[in-house]
């Protein structure tokens, strides 16, 4: 008899089999009462690897009466898809098709159009998985034809009933009696990263390498923790896990959770990826702590300098030293709702002439109605004098508001005392300048 993945001979056959996805699938969830119906509609199943998609997908899709197709993305080519139209109308599908699509994300623009016409007609039913965001892989078109339902990772509880299933299975399978402590089934379900299939295989393979006697079959939890090693971490550097690790990260250093940084900083580590850490632990610096504590972006800078220098497992000091601190600095966002305000009046065509004073000093001479006249403020008291910078067009614009905290508050009292000097000048010459200057030295 050919082998069979334990997976695959436990694969449940009705969606009260099917472990974890309560928010849909369980009693009055939306995805199974559209499965009850008789009705399917087209829908995208997203989520990660051992969900249980692919297998939601076969139950509903045997359930509906209609014919069923089955297409893997990674291999199928534009003239599969023509294989299934083509019999569309036949007497092979003369209610028409349901196709399940598995990884959709790895078919081209063209190859998911090329079903446009059918999903919209209604003689093709569409059901395709993902484990990648559809909202990025998915092209509008079709996306726009279907609904999208989250399936989430199990919970360690839902991968102990998976654990206690494939054991009582083995069981019944093979007349053996399985010793398995429970220190080992909660290694296993909480080192599977919520993969169904992952804590099967880890029994699978504990039940061939464990030692017998007779009838009875031991496993003990020092296999267990050998056959998960870094089992819990999901991570694909070019997929939706490693944007969602990144973004935590980030989002963490701005919330100021020293912990919770230094556990997205470790599981980035641990996958071996220094880079991407780095861009964002610098991006964070410059854009959530600031003009707060400036002092941090030099600092961080050396820090992810250090650690591209030392690589690991040492680069993990630095990295860690620039996440806390930048955990614990203050924050200030000042800087980017200025540079994106100004941004936006850019794009928005708010520009204008550059005023004449601050033109370069090449513009000065015939043919110009009056000389540059730029004030140099050097020349003044506290190197300020009051003059137009912005163009005509936006000269009330205002983008820079000073932060809430003590740096911004020093800088903001030091240079409203400074502006109070003489708030107006609009004196050109150079004697009268001279005047201005004394009179604000006397006061």
Known sequence: MP?????????????????????????????????????????????????????????IASASGRVLRKLNATTAVIADIKAVIAELGTFLAPNGIL??????????????????????????????????????YVYNAVLSRCAVFE????????????????????????????????EAVRHIASSCGGDARRAINAVELLFSAAKR????????????????????????????????ILS?????????????????????????????????????????????????????KACVDAAAQLGMPEARLPLADAVILLCTAPKSNSGVLAIDAALADVRAGKTGTVPRELQNVHADGAGFEREQGYKYPHDYPNNWTAQQYLPDA??????????????????????????????????????????????????
Not at 153 to 176: M, N, W
């Open 394 to 443: 936006i000269k009330d614009a205002k983008y820079y508001e000073f932060g809430e905290n003590k740096s911004e508050r020093a800088a903001k009292k030091y240079w409203e005392g400074v502006k109070a000097i003489f708030p107006e000048d609009n004196t050109n010459d150079k004697a009268s300048r001279e005047v201005n200057i004394r009179n604000a030295q006397i006061r």
């Open 151 to 182: 399936f989430k990772p199990l919970s360690a509880a839902d991968a102990e009933k998976t654990i206690y299933r494939a054991v009582r299975y083995l069981e019944k399978r093979d007349g053996a009696e399985i010793e398995i402590p429970e």
């Open 3 to 59: 082998y069979r993945p334990l997976a695959d001979e436990l694969r449940p056959e009705s969606l009260d089999d099917l472990v974890g996805q309560g928010h849909i699938l369980g009693e009055g969830g939306l995805l199974r009462r559209a499965a009850e119906s008789g009705s399917v509609p087209n829908m995208i199943f997203y989520g990660p690897s051992g969900s249980g998609k692919t297998t939601a997908a076969n139950i």
């Open 99 to 136: 196709l399940y699509l598995d990884e959709i994300q790895y078919f081209n623009k063209k190859q998911q159009q090329s079903l446009l016409e059918f999903i919209e007609n209604g003689k093709i039913t569409l059901i395709a998985s993902t484990t990648e965001n559809p909202y990025f």
């Open 248 to 300: 935590a990260l980030h989002k963490s250093i701005r919330g100021s959770d020293a912990d919770a940084a230094l556990h997205y900083l470790a599981r980035l580590l641990e996958a071996g990826d220094i880079i991407s850490p780095c861009r964002r632990i610098l991006c964070a610096a410059c854009e959530d702590i600031g003009l707060a504590y400036p002092a941090a972006i030099p600092i961080v």
């Open 213 to 244: 006697e007779g009838g009875k079959i031991s496993v003990s939890a020092e296999d267990a923790r050998a056959a998960s090693q870094k089992g819990a971490m999901r991570y694909d550097r070019d997929g939706d896990e490693h944007y969602d």
